[in-house]
């Protein structure tokens, strides 16, 4: 059984700091690419980062030298480093592992910035 499970969210003031982090199991870790997403009321689900098997790594513009992908291979988990957070950046954030055509989801983990 897949799981990919997320932790780290929380309330935090405008300019601070959170880092996510997402324990994955079920799936070999290192063979996936992952990527987290965000989503805040009445908006579509968007991509923020991307880090590949190989660790290569992509993000959105409106993340950009703000947000840092990383991950741990041995500890099988994703992190999302945020710094210098804004409202705007307000949402539920979801863990992806993907595989060729398999692919899974986190259940959320709610960050809340206060301006």
């Known amino acids: 059984q897949v799981q990919l499970v997320e932790s780290g969210g929380g309330l935090v003031q405008a300019g601070g700091s959170l880092r996510l982090s997402c324990a994955a199991s079920?799936?070999?870790?290192?063979?996936?690419?992952m990527r987290w997403y965000r989503q805040a009321p009445g908006n579509q689900r968007e991509l923020v980062a991307t880090?590949?098997?190989?660790?290569?790594?992509n993000y959105a513009d409106s993340v950009k030298g703000r947000f840092t992908i990383s991950r741990d291979n041995a500890k099988d988990t994703v992190y999302l480093q945020m710094n210098s957070l804004k409202s705007e950046d307000t949402a539920v954030y979801y863990c992806?592992?993907?595989?060729?055509?398999?692919?899974?989801w986190g259940q959320g983990a709610q960050v809340t910035v206060s301006s």
């Open positions: 992806n592992a993907q595989r060729g055509l398999d692919d899974y």
């Open positions: 880090i590949s098997a190989a660790g290569r790594t």
């Open positions: 079920g799936i070999i870790f290192s063979l996936n690419t």
